[in-house]
């Protein structure tokens, strides 16, 4: 394990602010609670960010989640646990994750268009946007998950 290259929770506040406000105001959505915790878990899973699987997986399971269909997110595409709702807004979140390297919105933005009105895609995207920036975060300047997780989350 590798220490904590800083605390960035102790530093750049208004920056850190925003960060926090964009995160509730994606949870605040019309997507419902559970749609935004899945895809922040699954977009966490690809980025391989220990931190963010930990809190949105605890979070889904306080939610009630069943925790087969939690440990099958990564395979959703074979697991029988997911709607058609929910797929397309994993499929949407695969394929924004993966720019610039690869776009692969073409061929899924069909299907998310048939689950999703514009402002509902729009706050999908944000949610999208939001967790790939604690992503990059918590990767890049090396948190740790916490052992034992501060009251609340």
Known sequence: MTAARLNFFQLAPANLRAMIQLSGSVKESSLGHRLVELVQLRVSQINGCGVCIDMHWRDLV???????????????????????????AL???????????????????????????ENEIAELSYTIAAIR???????????QIPEHPAPGF
């Open 62 to 88: 306080k939610q009630g989640a069943d925790v087969r269909h939690l440990n099958a997110i990564a395979g959703w595409r074979e697991a029988p646990f997911f709607n058609a709702r929910e797929r397309a």
């Open 91 to 117: 499929a949407w979140a695969e394929a924004v994750n993966a720019l610039p390297q690869r776009d692969d919105t073409d061929a899924v933005y069909p299907a998310l268009r048939e689950q999703f009105s």
């Open 133 to 143: 920036g604690w992503n990059v975060m918590n990767l890049s300047l090396r948190n």
